[in-house]
């Protein structure tokens, strides 16, 4: 099984799955910058040497920020850490996933509104900052999740939303001011949930076989918002098509 993320939930994943966990992230067993598109495309050919089929692809890795920044590759850095590298890493690995494989994306599964904003400047190079900048990545996670079920019903994808947990987020967020930085990880502190907790999810989506979906802590279902499913999904499967092909097979 692939997990992206080597600490705070996917750590936590990866834990929980033991030996069966293959790791992607700057401490993973694969090593890769998954906020480069041409350091994922690497990480999934060095995944694919390493293991013939997969069972299932866990994607926790993830940042937050209130500010926009660009990669070497001109690319907004939280759009890809959060949303692009996924879909980039899902496109090329799903021919390895076996028949009725999983695909869990750990995101906030319908819990923000589209701010995505024009899907040719999704790089935001007209300028952006605030909550869009980490929120309209998290509903990109939504959409895709949909548009993926919908276009491979051979895979089972999921959405999870696992609440406030207890990692470094927020004292590593960029784009904060270092007060808010360590108010909000103060908080989250107090009144998140232990990263193994927040595990349970995820991994019981990836090795039980429950029904896809969008599910909160606990294995709790979530409904799907109608603004996902009538939501701009095909556009943004389009734009990212767009984006990721000099890293496309």
């Given at each position: 099984m692939l997990v992206t993320g080597s600490s705070g939930i996917g750590g936590a994943v990866a834990a929980a799955l033991g030996e069966r966990a293959l790791t992607v992230g700057r401490g993973g067993m694969v090593r890769a910058d998954l906020s480069l598109l041409s350091e994922t495309a690497r990480a999934t050919d060095e995944v694919a040497a390493r293991q013939p089929s997969l069972s299932a692809i866990v994607c926790c890795a993830g940042v937050f920020t209130l500010r926009a920044e660009h990669t070497a590759e001109g690319l907004e850095r939280a759009f890809?850490?959060?949303y692009l590298s996924r879909y980039l890493l899902v496109r090329r690995l799903l021919?390895?996933?076996r028949p009725g494989g999983r695909v869990v994306l750990v995101a906030s599964a319908g819990r923000y509104r589209?701010?995505?904003?024009?899907?040719?400047?999704?790089?935001?190079?007209?300028?952006g900052r605030?909550?869009?900048?980490?929120?309209?990545?998290?509903?990109?996670?939504?959409?895709?999740?949909?548009e993926?079920?919908?276009r491979s019903p051979?895979?089972?994808?999921?959405?999870?939303?696992?609440?406030?947990?207890?990692?470094?987020?927020?004292?590593?967020?960029?784009?904060?001011?270092?007060?808010?930085?360590?108010?909000?990880?103060?908080v989250?502190?107090?009144?998140?949930?232990?990263?193994?907790?927040?595990?349970?999810?995820?991994?019981?989506?990836?090795v039980d076989g429950r029904e896809p979906g969008f599910y909160g802590l606990g294995c709790v279902r979530l409904p799907v918002p109608e603004r996902v499913v009538a939501g701009r999904r095909r556009e943004l499967w389009d734009a990212s098509e767009n984006l990721v092909r000099n890293w496309l097979r």
């Amino acid at each position: 099984m692939l997990v992206t993320g080597s600490s705070g939930i996917g750590g936590a994943v990866a834990a929980a799955l033991g030996e069966r966990a293959l790791t992607v992230g700057r401490g993973g067993m694969v090593r890769a910058d998954l906020s480069l598109l041409s350091e994922t495309a690497r990480a999934t050919d060095e995944v694919a040497a390493r293991q013939p089929s997969l069972s299932a692809i866990v994607c926790c890795a993830g940042v937050f920020t209130l500010r926009a920044e660009h990669t070497a590759e001109g690319l907004e850095r939280a759009f890809v850490l959060n949303y692009l590298s996924r879909y980039l890493l899902v496109r090329r690995l799903l021919p390895l996933l076996r028949p009725g494989g999983r695909v869990v994306l750990v995101a906030s599964a319908g819990r923000y509104r589209d701010t995505l904003g024009p899907m040719d400047d999704l790089n935001l190079r007209r300028g952006g900052r605030g909550l869009r900048i980490a929120g309209r990545t998290q509903f990109a996670c939504d959409l895709f999740a949909v548009e993926l079920a919908e276009r491979s019903p051979e895979a089972a994808v999921s959405c999870v939303f696992p609440g406030p947990v207890r990692t470094r987020v927020f004292r590593d967020a960029t784009g904060v001011p270092a007060l808010v930085r360590l108010l909000l990880d103060a908080v989250q502190r107090r009144v998140g949930t232990d990263p193994a907790r927040a595990a349970g999810t995820p991994v019981a989506l990836a090795v039980d076989g429950r029904e896809p979906g969008f599910y909160g802590l606990g294995c709790v279902r979530l409904p799907v918002p109608e603004r996902v499913v009538a939501g701009r999904r095909r556009e943004l499967w389009d734009a990212s098509e767009n984006l990721v092909r000099n890293w496309l097979r």
